[in-house]
T-cell receptor, first 113, second 114 residues
Framework: QQPVQSPQAVILREGEDAVINCSSS?????VHWYRQKHGEAPVFLMILLKGGEQKGHEKISASFNEKKQQSSLYLTASQLSYSGTYFCGTDILGASNTGKLIFGQGTTLQVKP | DGGITQSPKYLFRKEGQNVTLSCEQNLNHDAMYWYRQDPGQGLRLIYYSQIVNDFQKGDIAEGYSVSREKKESFPLTVTSAQKNPTAFYLCASTRTPRGNQPQHFGDGTRLSIL
């Protein structure tokens, strides 16, 4: 039931792009994306709802492919501040009146100067 | 500013001891959640509460207990039955118990065994 994130880790130079994927074996109502710095609380990035929408904010955007039950997070022109661990959290269709999320194992992103 | 406050930041537990982690929110959120995070892993749900005076078990509830007597408070007790309690514990809340709501997290409590 846990979504699978790929890759597990990625190292970038400043200015490079990255894509992080999150795949579920269950039909989803929503996919959440969070970023966590070491020893800190996760910070909300965005939610994508069933319907295959794409959302974005500045240089970080995401898409949700409803047919594949897969979401992708796009980081363009990466900055040092993008370093951290990225988690997707999935809300399974039919259980969406609880707010429960099942989180992936995380993708560690390191941006080097 | 509104937010979630977890205390203490660090906690040490002796063998056979119960310890309680505090989580308080002033966001007026209905739903609250407790997660456990082990090194290099994702977040696993321990308990959640959709409304005051009600709570349900998550995926790893064994060895833990909670209460929700007030809307703003959702304390977690790690009992002596939890044999491997060393982890980072995160409390979160959402305005309503729906999957279209972002989860707001506290700064966490790091629990270790003495």
């Amino acid at each position: 039931q846990q979504p699978v994130q790929s890759p597990q880790a990625v190292i970038l130079r400043e200015g490079e792009d990255a894509v992080i994927n999150c795949s579920s074996s269950k039909a989803l109502y929503s996919v959440h994306w969070y970023r966590q710095k070491h020893g800190e609380a996760p910070v909300f990035l965005m939610i994508l709802l069933k319907g295959g929408e794409q959302k974005g904010h500045e240089k970080i955007s995401a898409s949700f492919n409803e047919k594949k039950q897969q979401s992708s997070l796009y980081l363009t022109a990466s900055q040092l501040s993008y370093s951290g661990t990225y988690f997707c959290g999935t809300d399974i269709l039919g259980a969406s009146n609880t707010g429960k999320l099942i989180f992936g194992q995380g993708t560690t992103l390191q941006v080097k100067p | 500013d509104g937010g979630i406050t977890q205390s203490p930041k660090y906690l040490f537990r002796k063998e056979g001891q119960n310890v309680t982690l505090s989580c308080e929110q002033n966001l007026n959120h209905d739903a609250m959640y407790w997660y456990r995070q082990d090194p290099g892993q994702g977040l696993r749900l321990i308990y959640y509460s959709q409304i005051v005076n009600d709570f349900q078990k998550g995926d790893i509830a064994e060895g833990y207990s909670v209460s929700r007597e007030k809307k703003e408070s959702f304390p977690l007790t790690v009992t002596s039955a939890q044999k491997n309690p060393t982890a980072f514990y995160l409390c979160a809340s959402t305005r309503t118990p729906r999957g279209n709501q972002p989860q707001h997290f506290g700064d966490g409590t790091r629990l270790s065994i003495l």
